[in-house]
Nanobody
Framework: QVQLVESGGGLVQAGGSLRLSCVAS????????MGWFRQAPGKEREFVAG????????SYADSVKGRFTISRDNAKNTLYLQMNSLKPEETAVYYC????????????????WGQGTQVTVSS
């Protein structure tokens, strides 16, 4: 069983930056894939970025490539999402997720989810 707790959301102006954190506890995630997803009001939860914890392989949604960076800190069992050049349309609740499998981009593959952190980008 893995517990995930996100933090780092908030209000930022368009073009600004935020760094989200996700602390994993309850089990080591060294053999997991972990991902960031987001859900705006009235929309489906969508993949943002993911990482294979053991080999560091990363994957990004096309809409965030070059602006967002996913990373991990093994010692702290913590996942990060550095978000730069944020846009108003990226206002959403951002969720951290983890799964012992290997599929990174599909939300239905993930077994464990955090409670989410709100990111609001003002224009």
């Amino acid at each position: 069983q893995v517990q995930l707790v996100e933090s780092g959301g908030g209000l930022v102006q368009a073009g600004g930056s935020l760094r989200l954190s996700c602390v994993a506890s309850g089990s080591t995630v060294s053999r997991y894939v972990m991902g960031w997803f987001r859900q705006a009001p009235g929309k489906e939860r969508e993949f943002v970025a993911g990482i294979n914890w053991s080999n560091g392989y990363t994957s990004y949604a096309d809409s965030v490539k070059g602006r967002f960076t996913i990373s991990r800190d093994n010692a702290k069992n913590t996942l990060y999402l550095q978000m730069n050049s944020l846009k108003p349309e990226e206002t959403a609740v951002y969720y951290c997720a983890a799964d012992p499998g290997e599929v990174i981009r599909k939300r239905w593959e993930y077994d464990y989810w955090g409670q989410g952190t709100q990111v609001t980008v003002s224009s």
